[in-house]
């Protein structure tokens, strides 16, 4: 039995089965750890000691029969944004090198309810931005399927370790598609819920208003049961939702027929590879035969997301990275003269370069004589994007389109060029802005062995539509290869291998 293959779902019912253990299973994350992680640095924190304690608890209560879940006994592993008591949480940054939370995010503690086995925590991109996980103050991490190329961000460290075998799924935080983008350049599947679905209790904000915590899993069957435990209304969270349709496994089932998918012109112009747009409408076609009613159609306001995002996205970030100042907790400069002296040069040297150019730009844009012309109007823009979302969802189930306009590119590439970077997020942006929940599903191969991404957008609290295309999706398109940890494999291979 090679327990490395095993989705979590299928891991954790051969653990009750008694076909193995979760000390069994933690054993062999830590020895692929050992093997690969120097390598491919996803993890910033490992657990090395307590997990095996961990996995040794939650088998005794697995026996016990007081876990009965379908991830009990499943080594895991959190974005290093997420808080996690008595573990060094450092948002990838030095300006929180050494913070080590007094208690966790409130998804963590769901999942640990569950049975969850925590390895520790993953890479990022500092203080989630970026889209490469390579403005991380301890290095970048590298892609499982080539290591010359990104695993994208910011969550690029959680589905990097999902697919190299380190763990056997994560949780990352999507703030303008963290989640989605990661999954599709390192080919897990990755989804971001409806804002408010699950608890951002414990999460280090980026942007308050566009945060939102989620799965990264080996299929689409592990992504519905890791949020089924973590969608969950948070009395300690005031934008938290309580909702009574959280049974998400219940949308596992491969019928399309009568859907109606709709695929945005606006997705397919200048600026997509063209091996991606193939890839992408393969699968639409491939959902076309299972009974799905496929329409192309307009979608505006497209080129304006990318815009209304930054300004909004770092002017939150500007006011939430103020309580950062080297007096409270975290890094505090060691040279320094008098108290503005501190608060400037503990920031100075805390935050790296990414992060100085965002909280400039929010500070700006937030400023006096600017705000009007700027922030106010990247709100109203936000507001119509929303509106455009909801003219398309009174005639679409699900929108269909691409997570990236590319594969993953080589490291370095997208550093050289920051406004490049942007522009990698534009077609998962607008989901944050509008709150809407997505998904992002392998779909093939490019030339050059890597993977690419199909993105299903749906419409607030839709999550089970998504889930339903998805999975009749990847059921149609059979099973897809798994990173050769050590280089990609299938080089040429397209989409249905």
């Keep these: 039995m ?9 891991l954790s019912a051969a653990i009750k089965d008694r ?20 390598q491919y640095h996803c993890y910033l924190t490992i657990d090395r000691q307590g997990v095996l304690k961990q996995a040794e608890e939650v088998q005794m209560r697995i026996e016990k029969g007081e876990l009965t879940g379908p991830l009990a006994g499943v080594p895991m592993a959190v974005k290093d944004n997420l808080c996690t008591a008595g573990m060094l949480t450092t948002c990838a940054s030095r300006i929180l090198e050494n913070f080590v939370p007094p208690y966790s995010a ?23 931005m970026g ?21 994208g961000g910011s969550s690029g460290g959680s589905a990097a370790a999902v697919a190299a075998g380190e763990c056997f799924y994560a949780l990352g935080s999507d703030t303008g598609g963290s989640i989605r983008q990661p999954a599709s350049f390192c080919g897990v599947v990755g989804m971001k819920p409806t804002y408010g679905t699950v608890s951002r209790y414990g999460l280090i904000a980026y942007g308050s208003s566009l945060d939102q915590i989620g799965p990264l899993a080996k299929d689409v069957t592990d992504c519905a049961a890791i949020l089924e435990s ?34 945005p012109n606006d997705y397919f112009g200048e600026g997509l590879d063209e091996e991606v747009g193939d890839a992408v409408l393969r699968a639409a076609k491939r959902l076309e035969e299972k009974g799905a009613i496929v329409e192309k159609f307009d979608l505006s306001l497209v080129d304006y997301a990318i815009p209304a995002y930054y300004t909004i996205a770092a002017a939150e970030a500007s006011s939430n990275l103020e309580r950062f100042d080297g007096m409270k907790y975290g890094y505090r400069t060691k040279d320094y003269d008098g108290l ?43 507001a119509l994007i929303k509106k455009a979302f909801d003219d ?37 942006i607008a989901v944050n802005l509008a709150g809407l929940p997505g998904i992002s599903v392998p779909c093939g191969l490019d030339s050059a062995g890597l993977p690419i991404g199909l993105q299903l957008i749906g419409d607030c609290f839709q999550e089970k539509k998504l889930i339903r295309a998805a999975y009749t999706y990847e059921k149609a398109r059979g099973a897809f290869p798994a990173a050769d940890v050590g280089g990609g494999i299938a080089a040429g291979r397209k989409e249905g291998v």
């Design 392 to 428: 398309a969802f009174s005639k679409y189930d699900v929108i269909l389109g691409p997570a990236a306009p590319t594969t993953a590119p080589k490291l370095g590439e997208s550093l050289a060029d920051p406004i490049k970077m942007y522009l990698g997020d534009i077609y998962t």
């Design 106 to 128: 409130e998804a963590v503690l769901r999942l640990q309810k569950a049975g969850a086995v925590m390895i520790g925590k993953t890479n990022m991109d500092e203080f989630a």
């Design 340 to 382: 503005h002296s501190l608060y400037k040069r503990t920031r100075s040297e805390g935050f790296g370069e990414e992060v100085k150019r965002r909280i400039m730009l929010g500070s700006f844009v937030l400023s006096s004589g600017y705000y009007d012309a700027y922030y106010l109007k990247a709100l109203k823009v936000k």
């Design 131 to 151: 889209s490469t996980t390579e403005t991380s103050a301890f290095g970048e991490t590298k892609n499982p399927w080539n290591p010359a190329h990104v695993p």
């Design 2 to 10: 090679d327990i490395l293959k095993m989705t979590a779902v299928e």
């Design 230 to 263: 973590i969608a969950f209304h948070d009395e300690k969270d005031s934008t938290s939702i309580e909702r009574h349709d959280t049974d998400f496994t219940l949308a596992l089932s491969e019928n399309v027929k009568g859907m109606r998918i709709g695929v």
């Design 19 to 38: 076909k193995t253990t979760a000390v069994e299973a933690a054993r062999a994350s830590l020895e692929r750890i050992a093997e690969k992680e120097e």
